[in-house]
């Protein structure tokens, strides 16, 4: 168990056996040789509460149980998705919950790991609905609300989106470059790893004598990728 391992968006939803089991077997099979693993957001379709789902989703949570028991350590990242991932789930999986932008200093790297949504600026819409919907007085209104009540408000609220996203260009839907510059230079680091925009890719920039690296996970719909580093050296896979 000498590997730091990388994902993001997964998207697990009950009602989605194939990724579900695609998901499980990566897991079992690699846990083994999987000293941490960073989970950068998106684990999960959508999370209205942590009771609730815990329960919906009895099997992923036992299967991360598992691995952790076994001495694997899993570090979480809230995505846009499962932001109401909360202290009842990291008790019961204990899986330790990260900071929204995370610096992980790896023998000689310093890595800058996010979900990757506050670099995409472009979406203008997207980033004031971010703002309006992790609010502390929208969270309580909604947690006052039945669960029944917070699926159909979530189920809506994605369906919105998805419709919403579709209309809109590619560029916007893509990261904003003078962001990501502007992330490199504020978190002092040559490197980022992170998700959400499904393109999975690694882009190399040269700058003032400076190289900056940009790896991108893929989505487990589409492109399903994770990252291992070994050796201090990062490598990108497809699953």
């Keep these: 168990m000498n590997n730091i391992y990388f994902i993001s968006d997964i998207h697990l939803d009950p009602k989605n056996s194939e990724v579900t089991?695609?998901?499980?077997?990566?897991?079992?099979n690699k846990s083994c040789d999987m000293k941490e693993l960073y989970i950068l957001g998106d684990l999960f379709e959508f999370w209205i509460d942590d009771k609730y789902d815990i329960t919906q989703n009895n099997l992923i949570i036992t299967t991360l149980k598992n691995i952790v028991k076994n001495g694997t350590k899993?570090?979480?990242?809230?995505?846009n998705r499962d932001f109401l991932i909360g202290n009842k789930f990291s008790e019961i999986?204990?899986?330790?919950i990260l900071p929204e932008n995370y610096?992980?200093?790896?023998?000689?790297?310093?890595?800058?790991?996010?979900h990757g949504d506050l670099l995409c600026t472009d979406d203008i819409d997207y980033q004031k609905f971010r703002k309006f919907i992790r609010n502390k007085i929208?969270?309580?209104i909604f947690n006052l609300l039945s669960n029944n009540l917070k699926t159909k408000v979530a189920s809506y609220l994605r369906g919105k989106s998805e419709k919403i996203t579709s209309q809109k260009p590619e560029n916007i839907m893509d990261v904003n470059q003078e962001t990501v510059l502007s992330f490199f230079k504020k978190f002092k680091t040559n490197v980022i790893?992170?998700?959400?925009?499904?393109?999975?890719?690694i882009h190399e920039t040269r700058l003032n004598d400076q190289d900056y690296t940009r790896?991108?996970?893929g989505d487990w719909h589409n492109a399903p990728s994770y990252i291992i580093f070994k050796n201090n050296k990062i490598e990108l896979f497809d699953i």
Excluded: A, C, P, Q
């Excluded at 089991?21 to 079992?28: C, L, M, S």
């Excluded at 999986?93 to 330790?96: A, L, R, S, Y």
């Design 103 to 114: 610096i992980l200093n790896l023998g000689e790297s310093k890595i800058l790991i996010t």
């Design 93 to 96: 999986t204990h899986i330790k």
């Design 215 to 217: 790896y991108v996970l």
């Design 138 to 140: 929208t969270l309580k």
């Design 21 to 28: 089991n695609k998901f499980i077997n990566f897991i079992t």
């Design 193 to 201: 790893i992170h998700g959400h925009t499904h393109r999975k890719n």
């Design 74 to 79: 899993v570090f979480l990242t809230h995505g």
